[in-house]
């Protein structure tokens, strides 16, 4: 199985940066997309963005683009999230995702991998 390990949270002020961090270990040979989702506070969990491992694709949600940069390293064992122009509404848990299909679009009920969440408050 593929364990996720996330860092990189913490709370930043409006219009600051954070840049969060998820490594992968265990069968990581898999051709897995990884990408990242968020539960606002009182919200269900949404889908905000996804690199693919072929082709080097990234997807993200509308109300974070142009703000929000996903990437991977060139060993494509993790993945970031650089976070520019943060606004309160980003507040939430993020989650890091690994999905063996390596396709778009990634859904909560298509992930197969989940990271623990990490917190990021952004503050007004």
């Known amino acids: 199985q593929v364990q996720l390990a996330e860092s990189g949270g913490g709370l930043v002020q409006a219009g600051g940066s954070l840049r969060l961090s998820c490594a992968a270990s265990g069968r990581t040979f898999s051709r897995y997309a990884m990408g990242w989702f968020r539960q606002p506070p009182g919200k269900a969990r949404e889908f905000v963005a996804a690199?693919?491992?072929?082709?080097?694709?990234?997807y993200y949600e509308d109300s974070v683009k142009g703000r929000f940069t996903i990437s991977r390293d060139a060993t494509k064992n993790t993945v970031h999230l650089q976070m520019n122009s943060l606004k309160p509404e980003d507040t939430a848990v993020y989650y890091c995702?690994?999905?063996?299909?390596?396709?778009?679009?990634?859904?909560?009920?298509?992930?197969?991998?989940w990271g623990q969440g990490t917190q990021v408050t952004v503050s007004s």
């Open positions: 995702a690994a999905d063996n299909r390596d396709i778009h679009p990634m859904r909560i009920d298509t992930v197969n991998y």
């Open positions: 690199a693919t491992y072929s082709g080097g694709y990234t």
